[in-house]
């Protein structure tokens, strides 16, 4: 299925403008070309796969939206507004392979059923932490 665009262009001095969005886009999203192809190419530098990356926001496109958003929304929506945290979140540069950075976050990644309790409890918002860990240990 693919959602709604139109042809939107996004120039300043003749150049695409690569850090401005003009529409939300995803679930629900406006989908303009120029936003939807911003958006999935910075999903691809992520590490998150789109699927078809020629500005037409599909099924796969918000699927990979919804697992960027995982990361650090408790109910993601599929959805990247222009002054949202996920647009934010896709501005920041990917991390380095090899970077102190990078080996934090891998502490993170991979199956968090295999994650200690310790671990997952770390991983909370400080405010849940204690409630949780009474009645998970307690």
């Not at 262009?9 to 192809?37: C, F, M, W, Y």
Request: aromatic residues 8%; charged residues 20%.
């Amino acid at each position: 299925m693919m959602y709604g665009m139109d042809s939107v262009h996004h120039k300043r001095n003749g150049a695409i403008d690569a850090t401005q969005l003009i529409g939300s886009v995803g679930k629900g999203g406006k989908n303009h070309k120029p936003d939807v192809e911003r958006v999935q190419a910075m999903l691809l530098m992520h590490g998150y796969n789109p699927g078809n990356t020629e500005g037409f926001c599909t099924d796969d496109t918000i699927n990979a939206i919804v697992k960027f958003q995982a990361r650090f929304m408790a109910s993601p929506d599929g959805r990247v507004d222009p002054t949202g945290r996920t647009w934010k979140r896709l501005c920041i540069q990917p991390l380095a392979h090899g970077s102190p950075q990078e080996a934090l976050a891998n502490k993170w990644s991979g199956n968090p059923a295999k994650w200690s309790q310790e671990q997952k409890l770390e991983g909370l918002n400080p405010c849940f932490r204690e409630k949780v860990k009474y009645y998970s240990i307690g």
